[in-house]
């Protein structure tokens, strides 16, 4: 991958599954979207008003887990969850800039995520969160993140209680969904 790819990653991502504009429009910029949403089908117009909203911010704007929609509409890139392990679809047929990006929580999972292409990959849970007792911490983290070359994204658990151990970690970024969705953190 070439230096100027690696210079339009995003470091910071906020995972939605509704939309909220004005919620959007108050985070940093430099903060890039990530719409997921397993419950129900895609809503192509919901997916084009979010994507009219990033762009008039200069926000990347990611679909998760539906590639052929991403590419479809054309936006920046796809979210390739941990459950994803799909290595059968052609690369040559994305622009230049389509990004693929996808999440981790073991080695096998980082060896499937580099298969895929994949430009960042989200290793989680961080820290404790509600919806699962194991987490990997500080130490278990790095020693994931050491087994890849492809730069990694600190997911889950993240708040201000335990923002500032995010130097503890050798990620290039974090990402979130509670952690944007207090207000005081924006």
């Known amino acids: 991958m070439n ?3 690696h210079s339009k990653l995003p470091k910071l991502f906020f995972f939605i599954n509704t939309y909220d504009k004005n919620h959007i429009r108050k985070l940093p910029k430099k903060v890039a979207i990530i719409f997921r949403n397993y419950e129900t089908e895609y809503d192509e117009g919901l997916i084009l008003n979010i994507k009219r909203a990033c762009q008039k911010q200069g926000r990347k704007f990611f679909l998760s887990n539906n590639l052929k929609l991403a590419i479809k509409l054309n936006l920046d890139g796809v979210y390739f969850p941990s459950f994803n392990k799909s290595i059968n679809f052609n690369k040559n047929n994305f622009k230049k800039k389509f990004i693929i990006i996808g999440s981790a929580h073991s080695v096998q999972e980082i060896k499937i995520k580099e298969q895929q292409g994949v430009k960042l990959i989200f290793l989680s849970p961080l820290f404790k969160v509600n919806k699962n007792n194991k987490f990997l911490n500080p130490i278990k ?17 993240i708040n201000q209680l335990n923002f500032k151990k995010l130097n503890l970690v050798k990620s290039y970024g974090f990402a979130g969904i509670s952690y944007f969705m207090n207000q005081n953190n924006i």
């Open 141 to 157: 983290f790095n020693l994931l993140a050491a087994k890849t070359n492809i730069k990694v994204i600190a997911l889950g658990g």
């Open 3 to 5: 230096t100027f790819m």
